[in-house]
């Protein structure tokens, strides 16, 4: 159901409408109730809920939420160099199904047996 809200149409799930109607709210303020859950209004009991999060130092506001940042992912030539030259063995052993994963793992059968490798880089410690 689209519901117009100042100069703002929202989208209501009628699903969302219909499980708050089942617990006795008409359809008015089932939509109310929709609109203070996401975040579109507030009613009284969040206005002082937010005020007193306010007092205590514990509100965020929502522009102050950090948003994930996706850093790029360095491949490491090393590990690479490892796992190719140990495909080379495996395919030289007679190994088949030879599968690399991720980056850092290899998978294969051996006879009637399946097998992994996984390739861990440690950090230096001290």
Do not use: W
């Amino acid at each position: 159901m689209k519901y117009k809200l100042g100069n703002k149409t929202i989208n209501v799930p009628d699903i969302e409408i219909e499980k708050l109607q089942k617990i006795g709210l008409t359809k008015e303020e089932a939509i109310q109730t929709y609109l203070d859950d996401e975040g579109y209004t507030h009613n009284e009991e969040q206005e002082e809920s937010i005020k007193k999060s306010k007092q205590n130092g514990r509100h965020y506001e929502q522009s102050k939420v950090r948003k994930k940042v996706v850093k790029e992912r360095k491949v490491d030539e090393t590990k690479g160099s490892i796992l190719t030259a140990t495909r080379t063995l495996l395919e030289e052993l007679g190994a088949v199904d030879i599968k690399t994963k991720t980056e850092t793992e290899i998978s294969f059968n051996y006879g009637d047996e399946s097998y992994t490798f996984k390739l861990t880089k440690h950090r230096k410690t001290g």
